[in-house]
């Protein structure tokens, strides 16, 4: 079984910075894109950064230039460091996988990330 675990949320005042990480663990033989989404209360789940194997990126218009992700493909790992946080990023944080395992290809997600921006 694949699971993907976040780390790195919290509480950040406003022009502050979070680094997320999420890796993915069990038996797999790739992964292919991989993203960050996130869901505030009362809104619809949306994407934030994806990026492919090979390096490919896109982001949401309300994050370009503030957020980057990136990814250790040795560590099935992918990041994602915010910069210039405002309030309107408070959310909680999903990481996102498409992962080949022993059934297939997959779509996997993590357990969620609280980020909170606030004075």
């Known amino acids: 079984q694949v699971q993907l675990v976040e780390s790195g949320g919290g509480l950040v005042q406003p022009g502050g910075s979070l680094r997320l990480s999420c890796a993915a663990s069990?038996?797999?033989?790739?992964?292919?894109?991989m993203g960050w989404y996130r869901q505030a209360p009362g809104k619809e789940r949306e994407l934030v950064a994806a990026?492919?194997?090979?390096?490919?990126?896109n982001y949401a218009d309300s994050v370009k230039g503030r957020f980057t992700i990136s990814r250790d493909n040795a560590k099935n790992t992918v990041y994602l460091q915010m910069n210039s946080l405002k309030p309107e990023d408070t959310a909680v944080y999903y990481c996102n996988a498409d992962v080949k395992d022993w059934s297939g290809e997959n779509d996997y997600w993590g357990q969620g990330t609280q980020v909170t921006v606030s004075s």
């Open positions: 069990g038996i797999i033989f790739g992964i292919n894109d």
């Open positions: 990026i492919n194997r090979g390096g490919s990126t």
